[in-house]
């Protein structure tokens, strides 16, 4: 399975990121990807997601990023974008991809520093 990630870095609060991930190798085909971030000594936390397959992206979100962060899907691809918008020092954090084959597997990317200045 490979990943690949772009995006990410250091911004003041209020600013934008955009992260990117595309993944492949997965036999099985994708149902959804997404994104999950984790600070240091805390449990990675599920963030945004949507389908990949089928017509319905469905995105969902949770309730600390719901508003400011968009996620999108290229049609046909495994591609993902998330756009991250009025970033916090909350916000500072290892983003990584996922890719959920719908069964039971879940494949992750490496990660991606975001870190956001007061």
């Known amino acids: 399975v490979q990943f690949v990630e772009s995006g990410g870095g250091s911004v003041q609060s209020g600013g934008s990121l955009k992260l990117s991930c595309s993944a492949s190798?997965?036999?099985?085909?994708?149902?959804?990807m997404g994104w999950h971030r984790q600070v240091f000594g805390q449990e990675r936390q599920l963030i945004a997601g949507?389908?990949?397959?089928?017509?319905?992206?469905?995105?969902s979100y949770a309730d600390s990023v719901r508003g400011r962060f968009t996620i999108s899907r290229v049609s046909g691809t495994n591609t993902v974008h998330l756009e991250m918008n009025n970033l916090k020092p909350d916000d500072t954090a290892i983003y990584y991809c996922?890719?959920?084959?719908?069964?039971?597997?879940?494949?992750w990317g490496r990660g991606t520093q975001v870190t956001v200045s007061s």
């Open positions: 996922h890719a959920y084959d719908g069964v039971a597997a879940i494949y």
């Open positions: 190798g997965i036999d099985s085909g994708i149902y959804s």
């Open positions: 949507v389908n990949t397959r089928g017509r319905t992206e469905s995105p």
